[in-house]
């Protein structure tokens, strides 16, 4: 079992609708969750990241952790075109080391 | 969010031979990584580096291919050593902010290997 799953997809959404993003981990100890946006030909760059169980909004963002099922998502809402990019999900593994899932494809079509 | 530069930015290499990749952040840190991502893969932590200790290598990765240096708190080099075709990849640092745990990423160093 993977320590961090995302569906690779590419998932395609139209420009101003929501877009989904899921992960789900493996480590029921794992305490810090992050989301980054990779453009292509680019480096990861932090989007949010959160702590505790429910939900935390930052603009058009908004993550949510279910620790119990071991399960934290993102949303984005009003998609824009500009949101077209890799997602990807990362979780704080033993000794502060981080790791990513796969990564989410996101294309938003105008 | 801290400033991270890498140098170079790219480079193509010969099999055999040796790069090493700077990594210069703009304030002190305490945590420097040092990660891979192959061509349409996630991030893979290659090592830690802190500054005054030994690296910590994650498994799969060794010191004598992937030596790396931290000589104070704002800077980091990455050694790949006797390069094969399968080394090429992008090789990141990042830093690890203000007791959140959150990583920031320099612009990453794209090594091709011929």
């Known amino acids: 079992q993977k320590e961090v799953e995302q569906n690779s997809g590419p998932l395609s959404v139209p420009e101003g609708a929501i877009a989904s993003l899921n992960c789900t981990y493996s480590d029921r100890g794992s305490q810090s969750f992050f989301w980054y946006r990779q453009y292509s030909g680019k480096s990861p760059e932090l989007i949010m990241f959160?702590?505790?169980?429910g939900d935390k909004e930052d603009g058009r963002f908004t993550a949510q952790l279910n620790k119990a099922s071991q399960y934290v998502s993102l949303l984005i809402r009003d998609s824009q075109p500009s949101d077209s990019a890799t997602y990807l999900c990362a979780v704080i593994h033993n000794n502060n080391d981080m790791r990513f899932g796969a990564g989410t494809r996101l294309t938003v079509k105008p | 969010s801290a400033v991270i530069s890498q140098k170079p930015s790219r480079d193509i290499c010969q099999r055999g031979t040796s790069l090493t990749i700077q990594c210069q952040v703009d304030s002190q840190v305490t945590m420097m990584f040092w990660y891979r991502q192959q061509p349409g893969q996630s991030l893979t932590l290659i090592a830690t580096?802190?500054?005054?200790?030994?690296?910590?290598?994650e498994s799969g990765f060794v010191i004598d291919k992937f030596p790396i240096s931290r000589p104070n708190l704002t800077f980091s080099t990455l050694t790949v050593s006797n390069m094969s075709p399968e080394d090429s990849s992008i090789y990141l640092c990042?830093?690890?902010?203000?007791?959140?745990?959150?990583?920031?990423f320099g612009p990453g160093t794209r090594l091709t290997v011929t």
């Open positions: 990042s830093v690890e902010g203000g007791g959140t745990y959150e990583q920031y």
């Open positions: 580096a802190n500054q005054g200790s030994e690296a910590t290598y």
């Open positions: 959160i702590y505790s169980n």
